[in-house]
């Protein structure tokens, strides 16, 4: 993640210039840092411009899951993560609180 950091700036310009429809994507993506700065949000917008610079479809390759611990495991002991080697699987992990869920 820190080689991550200290290419961000660099790929945010090279993204900057691509045109067409993938400058779009791109633009559209990166407007997410106008609404939160965190480091967790540069990193994933950088991630998911780049792969909208390579031609491929963010939606398809990078998943999101806000799951528990419990299914986690689940998850990881029978396998079913592992069925596409391609995908960029992300996972938050979900706590109760007295006043609803929330994730971290």
Known sequence: M???DHHSLQLMRIFRRKGGAAGKK???IMADLD????IETKRA???K???VYLNE???TLIKEYIVSLF???HLL???LIFENVSNVYIFRRVYKQMNGTKNF
């Open 71 to 73: 299914f986690f495991l």
């Open 57 to 59: 479809d963010p939606e």
């Open 49 to 51: 411009a780049l792969v």
């Open 2 to 4: 820190q080689q991550l």
């Open 45 to 47: 917008c950088v991630l």
């Open 35 to 38: 609404k939160d700065d965190a």
């Open 26 to 28: 791109i633009k559209n």
């Open 77 to 79: 002991s029978t396998h």
